[in-house]
């Protein structure tokens, strides 16, 4: 059996008494590629929050890698091996894609070797590499904050990417994206997948089947069950509280 | 009810929109495809006058409202869904629902939120005196839509409204939308990605490189168009 | 035990209104609108100079007029600076919306000119600005409404101010040359000229309230001390104009819908302008608003302290202090930030503080250090930076998702 | 902008290198004396805007208590300068005010090392210290300019108060020697206007370096999003309170020259507008560019001395104006209007293609 | 500062600039270096229009040396720095013969270097706290044996022994306060506290409470707060119901402009000492007001710096005149001893630079001018050097005498 690389024990997040998690156990092993998806307000994001650090826990603790994260600040627990992709394209708007993605690539986060040591040519062309697959080369040198929506998604997954993280946290890569785009990303996650963990958060259900393997279902900051896809999507709860019915397709 | 013709926007220097010929009829639902970065975004500012165009001419409801500004637009009836939710993120829910109501011409009294948006989204109820910005990415995108809903706009102008939003919603939604055109006869432009909520407008435009590329009838609407507009 | 109690506890209080009569402008433009007002001193010194002109009118007046002037001058420095932080926000301020560092840069440019506008305002200079203003801004405007569409306006637009500018400035230049030349002293004396002037308060505000010739039983007075209390009746007089200001403006905020709408703009002024709100309106009504409260807090200053160029310029850190502490934006936070800062720089200052600690030498010494009025600045200082430790983002902070973005 | 391919690079430092040889060789024989101190005076100013552009322009920090630096540093050389008396004199004005004893703090003061070190080592402390105190709250944006800016009232308030060790308001003045040279000669002073240079070259390239490459990148981002920064594993703590040490460093020499050509250095340099026009020298010049910084920094100087000699009585209001109109019409102030409207006029339009692809699809007939 | 700084061959170039630029022309010209703008521009705007006066009505009587006087006006905008720029401006761009000018002891303190190593001339018209003699200034306002010694002594003698004390936290006040409590003690008088307010702070209640609680049977207030505290301050005594006749405040910085920008109300019955009020009864004074209030306007009144800046430029001019020359050390020479029957008396140039001059003591009135309530008999001599405090007593100043200079040991 592979050793976990992400557990949870007992989360709880509340924030001013309405308990955004609930108790939430989840883990995860080494290697694997897991989608979890859930009502709008489950608390998946506030999940993907939790594990980097950016909400502490009220209760219970996150263990990455067989450590407890807690008393570590975001860019330290970044820095263990955790990347993520935000809801909303947040990237670096005043910096073009090229930069943007540079600048996730840069192995070395401490000031000195910022500052010291020059990126490698190997590096330079991993990045054009990139921005061949996320489809920005013809817009690598523009100011990222002239890209449109679409645009700013597949670099921040770009950004990810470049970042190389053992532990891939993706929330909603797909939002906005033309289904073209959606494919391509699908694949662009499994290949990842051959060699990195990856936790993917999606409402896309087309995207959800093409990749996943294994799916976690939560609801009200818990899990309502978990399994593979064909399991999932047809449990009855699930479609009572996530799918609808889907009476014409 | 919106007339759009000639159309150019620019950007600074670069060139978006070029030469944009498009038109809602009144009581019909229109829907823009196009793939990523193409000026769909772009066009609807222009409609809201969040961007000048350069040329061309925006008419609506029988009067040019080129030199209108976005305030002025939003009382004539239009109701804007932008991309990326803009939720007034340190107000509370309730508060920000109740900005919708600004949009309306006549003033309102005793402001209070009707029960059909509680049945549309009824996570909003719970949640009425949380902070907007606290909101998880879907509800935003329910109370972004709700908040246009408020202001009882002729002309309903949505950007990829179900961006984040769980299929179940995604179904209501769409229901929903319809119900409005069908009952009120209000006009709604959309732009979307999910071919289901496509399939439920009138009319379709296809945009490419910020010109208007092929138009037609929904129904009419091939896996041959879609192929080339929105796949490569 | 308990007269001193008291003692502390009105200076406390009136030191803080003060403070927060001064910060409320400041609160409502800084906290709600996002711009760092730095000629909030100066709007006050308006405010100061119209208290100034109003007494000095009803002096002429006399009598019941004299003794009621102060009333007059307060509506009439909220109506005059309101009408100024109009011009403002017309002028310059909404060129800047979203970009709060450049809002201070503009606005200490603004402070200068104010400040040398009263030293030498006379009627050539008086004449100079207006005409200069009529065809600079009047050009504009017409340039603006005529060729705005067109394309080639937008790219010249800076050469065409440019251009516009230096010949307003030349004809206004000349025309004001001409007056002085012609008419001389009675048109190039200063209005007020560099020294302060002087507001005296009207009769019943200038004595105190003794409590030792207060009908209040002699127990009162002599066991508990409090025939030694007097406390001045404009710092009362303070305090009251500081309640009923604040009560009004929770009221204009919470209560009607304008509070809503600014504070929508400020958050997001596209999205809200989509929605239907008029931001323009909004925006002046808002920045109006304060600046009128600022030439209140400068009326009520003017019978504490001096009228001249200067005045105001000394609160503007301490009102900035008031509103980070209180939390941007939050209201009850400043009123607690001022009170406390207030109450804080009283017990410093006045060596209130070593006699508590008299049992403990060090810490006698220790405050005595402190307690001038330089130094207790100093100290309250410290105390602010430790209490932003302790909370980063002031006594109520934002709290949520939200604020990182 | 970017340091990119050794070519633009040489070009650049060859310039650099040429503006300061018609300074140092140039200017001395077509400005008066007097002329010339003002300028080397301005140019030591320029040396503190490089670092207001630093941690202002590219990271978003504004500083509105640099003066505080500035003071710092020229407190420290000066220190020095009032100790070039006879063994076992003090200071001229501690008489004044009955001091017997130098002050231990002086003492280490009577060493030149000691001293030049101190004038950016001080300097840098505080602001490590007071960056720390801040950043590591996550205090930011107005928060921080309006704590910085109660600083300099702290600071003043200390300086001006304490006569007996500073010499209060009347700040310390009046210097003799340095190296057995006489301070106001001309000679010596012409020295310090080309150390004012060379330092103020050297000061350019280092923050040049520092605002290339990776880690200005890095400051750009910690503008735009900090907290995002820390998600892509960064420690935006760590690097704003470097860079705002060493910007505290460079506002250090900068007042330790200035104060070494003006000949003396009071509680002023600390006082609130001193600190905000450092900023407005960025701002209309251009922040974010580092020549920004020091053309802005002459051309407010000198404007200021024109227009307070030609119209005495009125100049504030040239000044204010000055300001307003460089934000609201110049608002990437001198430079980035010239990148704008200057070199369109040069040169032919720019162009910016928003569609790459269009040009040939269009030929393929789409 | 026992004598300035550079001595090799100092007076060359600026007798050659002076002789070849000011004397070729048709003017003289003179330098004006005052705060125009900024804190200080509230008191020395005045200053500025006394001495313009002075130069308008010499130049309208022929000028000095048969040339006109050329009045260049600097603003020192309240900034030691910009007093220093542009004193070194005037010297050495504008080639003046002589500059009036600066308020502030700071600024003084910041120009003299200038002074001293161009070994050019100031005139400073503005009583200050003493401890220094140089030989590029002149000094027309009152040292401290001239106004505040005197005032002390007066208030011991008829107000009471229990002293608070008030000051700006800045120069002049702190070391005022310094000799006052070194004359306490010595003449059995008691300092019961002092505080200090920043400048432009106007936020006073703090140190009434403090007055109150030191002197809570009334006693003397000594006061030497500057500028804009001022007025906070009586306004607010007032309110607190600390009057003058248990709390006797004594003044050296309010005359009457400050009395009229606080307010006559809230000063009537409070003292003051000066040289010269508007309310002295000479010929001379009267033709100043007079002349004075037609040039400005008639609301506008007479003080102190006013006048001492007034007779500064007419004894410059007697010392040109005497000298024939605006060569610097000529003149320099030529004004000790000059006499000038000034507004406020007969004066005398000592060859310490500084003025022999009456000293009076004033009570606030209802019309916000003084009324004389003592004054001495004769002109005081100026002790630049203080004899109250111990690292000066017993050094004096005479430039006139090469082997003494600015601060010699006299016993
Ligand atoms: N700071 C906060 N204060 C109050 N409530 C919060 C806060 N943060 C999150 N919540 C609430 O917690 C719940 C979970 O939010 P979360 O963003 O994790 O949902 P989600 O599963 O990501 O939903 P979506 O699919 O819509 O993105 C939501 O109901 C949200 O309103
Ligand atoms: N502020 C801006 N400045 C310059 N160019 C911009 C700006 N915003 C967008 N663009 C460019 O304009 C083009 C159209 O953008 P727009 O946002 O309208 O696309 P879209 O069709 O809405 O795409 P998406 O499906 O990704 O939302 C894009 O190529 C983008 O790079
Ligand atoms: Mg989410
Ligand atoms: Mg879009």
């Known amino acids: ?249 | 009810m919106l007339q759009i013709s000639n159309l150019n926007v620019y950007y600074g220097e670069s060139h978006i929109l070029r030469d944009v010929d498009l038109s809602v009829p009144e009581g019909q639902m229109v829907c823009l495809i196009g793939r990523n970065g193409v000026g769909k975004t772009t066009l609807m500012k222009t409609i809201m006058g969040l961007l000048k165009p350069r040329s061309g001419t925006i008419n609506f409801s029988e009067t040019i409202i080129n030199s209108k500004s976005p305030d002025q637009r939003a009382k004539m009836g239009i109701g804007y869904v932008p991309q990326g939710r803009e939720i007034i993120p340190r107000l509370t829910v309730k508060e920000n629902l109740l900005l919708g109501l600004e949009a309306r011409k006549n003033r309102v009294r005793n402001p209070d939120i009707p029960e059909s948006i509680f049945r549309l989204f009824p996570v909003l109820k719970t949640m009425l005196s949380r902070m907007g910005g606290d909101l998880s990415g879907g509800q935003q995108q329910q109370l972004a839509i709700a908040r246009t809903l408020m202001g009882k706009p002729q002309l309903l102008v949505l950007d990829e409204p179900t961006e984040g939003i769980q299929p179940s919603i995604i179904l209501e939604i769409e229901a929903a939308v319809r119900n409005i055109v069908e009952t009120t006869g209000i006009s709604v432009l959309l732009v979307e990605q999910h071919l289901h909520f496509v399939r439920q407008a009138d009319y379709y435009y296809a945009m490419q490189k910020g010109g208007i590329v092929a138009s037609g009838l929904t129904s009419e609407l091939s896996q041959d168009v879609i192929q080339r507009f929105l796949a490569v | 035990m308990l007269a001193s109690f008291l003692d502390v506890l009105f200076n406390g209080i009136s030191t803080g209104s003060v403070l927060l009569i001064a910060a409320l402008g400041l609160a409502i433009i800084f906290g709600l609108m996002g711009v760092i007002n730095m000629a909030h001193g100066e709007l006050m010194m308006l405010g100061a100079y119209t208290t100034f002109i109003v007494q000095n009118v009803c002096k002429e007046l006399g009598g019941i007029w004299f003794e009621s002037y102060i009333f007059f001058a307060i509506v009439t420095a909220f109506l005059l600076t309101a009408v100024f932080g109009l011009i403002l926000e017309k002028g310059i301020i909404r060129y800047l919306y979203g970009r709060p560092l450049e809002t201070l840069l503009a606005t200490w440019g603004v402070s200068l000119i104010l400040k040398q506008f009263v030293r030498s305002v006379n009627w050539v200079l008086f004449i100079g600005i207006s005409l200069f203003c009529l065809l600079f801004f009047g050009g504009l405007w017409i340039l603006n409404s005529r060729f705005n569409s067109h394309f080639n306006f937008i790219r010249f637009r800076s050469w065409v101010i440019g251009l516009l500018f230096s010949l307003s400035l030349a004809v206004s230049f000349t025309t004001a040359n001409f007056f002085s030349q012609t008419y001389k002293l009675s048109v190039n004396q200063p209005w007020f000229g560099a020294q302060n002037v002087d507001v005296t308060a009207p009769t019943w505000l200038q004595e105190g309230l003794n409590f030792s010739e207060l009908n209040i039983p002699v127990w009162l007075k002599e066991d508990w001390g409090l025939g030694t209390l007097y406390f001045p009746y404009t710092r009362i007089f303070i305090i009251f104009l500081t309640i009923v200001c604040v009560t009004g403006i929770y009221l204009f905020l919470q209560r009607s819908r304008w509070g809503l709408r600014i504070r929508a703009v400020t958050q997001n002024r596209d999205m809200s302008a989509c929605l239907g709100i008029p931001t323009e309106t909004v925006d002046g009504i808002t920045f109006a608003l304060g600046s009128g409260l600022a030439g209140i807090a400068g009326a009520a200053i003017s019978l504490l302290g001096s009228v001249g160029p200067n005045t105001g310029q000394n609160y503007i850190i301490d009102t900035f202090m008031v509103v980070v502490v209180g939390g941007v934006g939050n209201f009850l936070g400043s009123i607690i930030a001022a009170l406390g800062i207030g109450t804080a720089n009283f017990l410093i200052a006045s060596g209130t503080l070593t006699f508590l600690f008299a049992p403990i030498p060090p810490l006698v010494d220790f405050f005595k250090f402190f307690s001038t009025t330089s130094m207790a600045k100093v100290m309250v200082f410290g105390l602010i930076i430790t209490f932003l430790q302790w909370k980063p983002t002031g006594i109520f902070a934002q709290k949520g998702r939200n604020v990182e973005l | 902008m970017k340091l990119k391919g050794g070519k633009s690079i040489l070009i650049e430092v060859g310039l650099v290198i040429a503006i300061a040889l018609v300074l140092i060789f140039i200017m001395p024989v077509i400005l008066s004396d007097f002329r010339l101190n003002l300028l080397g005076r301005f140019l030591s100013l320029a040396i503190v805007a490089l670092g207001i552009d630093l941690i202002w322009g590219y990271t978003g920090l504004l500083s509105l208590g640099h003066g505080i630096f500035f003071g710092l540093g020229g407190y420290a050389i000066a220190m020095h300068l009032k100790l070039q008396v006879p063994e076992g004199e003090l200071p001229d004005f501690m008489g004044l005010y009955g001091v017997t004893e130098l002050p231990e703090f002086w003492e280490p003061f009577h060493s030149f090392r000691f001293a030049a070190i101190a004038t950016f080592l001080i300097p840098t402390v505080f602001a490590g210290l007071l960056g720390y105190l801040v950043f590591r709250n996550r205090i930011r944006g107005v928060y921080f300019s309006i704590l910085t800016q109660a600083a300099t009232i702290v600071f003043f308030n200390f300086f001006n108060g304490q006569q007996k060790l500073f010499n209060g308001t009347n700040g310390l003045i009046d210097f003799t020697t340095l190296f057995k040279l006489k301070v106001s000669e001309y000679s010596t002073q012409y020295i310090f206007y080309n150390l004012t240079i060379v330092f103020l070259v050297l000061t350019y390239f280092l923050c040049r370096w520092l605002t290339s490459g990776r880690f200005g990148r890095v400051l750009i981002a910690i503008r735009d999003d900090e907290s995002r920064v820390r998600f892509s594993g960064y420690n935006p703590t760590d690097f704003k309170v470097l860079v705002f040490a060493v910007s505290g460093a460079i506002a250090g020499i900068a007042g330790a020259f200035y104060t070494l050509q003006s000949g003396s250095v009071s509680p002023k340099t600390m006082e609130i507008a001193f600190s905000i026009e450092m900023v407005i020298w960025v701002a209309v010049g251009g922040r974010g560019t580092l020549v920004g910084a020091i053309l802005g920094t002459l051309l407010v100087n000198y404007a200021r001395t024109f227009f307070s000699e030609q119209f005495a009585e009125f100049w504030l209001f040239f000044q204010g104006a000055l300001f307003l109109i460089v934000v609201t019409v110049l608002p990437d102030g001198v430079i980035g209007w010239l990148r704008s409207e200057g070199i369109e006029l040069i040169k032919k339009k720019r162009k910016v293609s928003t569609y790459p692809a269009l040009e040939e699809s269009e030929v393929q007939g789409d | 500062n026992d004598s300035p700084a550079s001595t090799e061959n100092p007076s060359e170039s600026t007798t050659d600039s002076s002789t070849t630029e000011t004397s070729n022309g048709q003017t003289i010209k003179v330098g004006i270096l005052h705060s125009l703008s900024g804190t200080m521009a509230i008191s020395e705007r005045s200053v500025v229009d006394a001495e313009k006066l002075a130069i308008k009505e010499i130049n309208a009587n022929g000028g000095v040396l048969g040339k006109q006087i050329e009045a260049i006006l600097e603003d020192g905008a309240s900034n030691w720095d910009t007093f220093r720029e542009k004193a070194n401006k005037l010297i050495d761009q504008d080639k003046v013969a002589v500059v009036f000018g600066c308020w502030t002891s700071a600024s003084r303190k910041n120009v003299k270097p200038v002074f001293e190593n161009k070994d050019h001339m100031l005139w400073y018209p503005v009583q200050y706290e003493g401890q220094e003699c140089s030989q590029n200034i002149f000094y027309t306002g009152a040292a401290p044996n001239q106004q505040i010694e005197p005032a002390v002594d007066w208030l011991l003698k008829n107000k009471g022994k229990e002293f608070f004390l008030v000051g700006s936290d800045y120069v002049f006040p702190k070391t005022a306060n310094q000799i006052i409590k070194a004359q306490l003690e010595a003449n059995g008088g008691k300092t019961v506290g002092e505080d200090y307010l920043p400048l432009g702070n106007i936020e006073v209640t703090p140190i009434i409470s403090k007055i109150k609680q030191a002197l809570p049977n009334g006693g003397v207030i000594f006061n030497t707060l500057n500028g804009d505290s001022n007025v906070a301050f009586f306004k607010q005594l007032k309110g607190a119901g600390i009057t003058p006749d248990k709390y006797p405040t004594m003044s050296v910085s309010i005359a009457e402009e400050e009395v009229k920008a606080i307010g006559v109300k809230y000063l009537k019955g409070h003292y003051a000492a000066w040289n010269y009020f508007q309310t002295v009864d000479t010929p001379a004074n009267k033709k100043f007001v007079e002349a004075f209030k037609k040039e400005y306007g008639s609301d506008r009144v007479t003080n102190d710096p006013m006048e001492a800046a007034y007779i500064g430029v007419y004894l410059w001019k007697q010392a040109v005149e005497k000298a024939e020359t605006t060569d610097l050390e000529k003149v320099r020479a030529a004004a000790y001893g000059q006499t000038l029957e000034a507004p406020e008396g007969k004066v005398i140039m000592n060859s310490n630079h500084h003025l022999s001059k009456v000293v009076r003591i004033g009570e606030v009135r209802d019309d916000g001018l003084f009324e004389i309530i003592n004054e001495t008999p004769t002109a005081v001599d100026p002790v630049p050097w203080n004899q109250f405090v111990t690292s000066t007593k017993g050094f004096a100043c005479d430039w006139s005498d090469p082997t003494k200079g600015g601060k010699y040991k006299t016993t």
């Open chain 1, 1 to 249: 059996m592979n050793p976990k690389i992400l557990q949870t024990q007992n989360v709880t997040v509340s924030f001013d008494g309405f308990k955004a998690l609930n108790n939430l156990n989840f883990s995860m092993d080494v290697g694997e590629l897991r989608v979890v998806i859930g009502p709008n307000g489950a608390g998946k994001t506030t999940f993907i929050d939790v594990i980097t650090g950016k909400v502490k826990p009220t209760e219970g603790k996150v263990i990455f890698k067989g450590k407890n994260i807690r008393s570590f600040q975001e860019h330290e627990i970044i820095r263990m091996g955790i990347g993520r992709k935000f809801q909303t394209p947040r990237i670096y708007l005043n910096l073009t894609a090229s930069e943007n993605l540079e600048l996730s690539a840069n192995r070395n986060k401490n000031i000195f070797s910022t500052l010291f040591v020059t990126s490698k040519k190997t590096d330079k062309y991993k990045i054009q590499g990139l921005l061949e697959t996320i489809g920005l080369t013809s817009k690598a040198n523009i100011k990222s904050a002239f890209l449109s929506h679409g645009e700013k998604q597949r670099l921040e997954i770009g950004m990810l990417v470049a970042q190389s993280p053992d532990l891939l946290l993706v929330d909603e890569p797909v939002a906005g994206l033309t289904d073209e785009e959606t494919y391509n990303v699908a694949q662009l996650l499994l290949m990842l997948a051959e060699s990195h963990s990856i936790l993917v958060i999606e409402h896309d259900m087309e995207f959800v089947r093409e990749i996943a393997r294994k799916v976690t279902v939560l609801h009200e900051g818990s899990v309502l069950c978990e399994g593979n896809i064909e399991e999932v999507q047809n449990d009855p709860r699930v479609i009572e509280v996530y799918l609808g019915q889907q009476n014409n397709n």
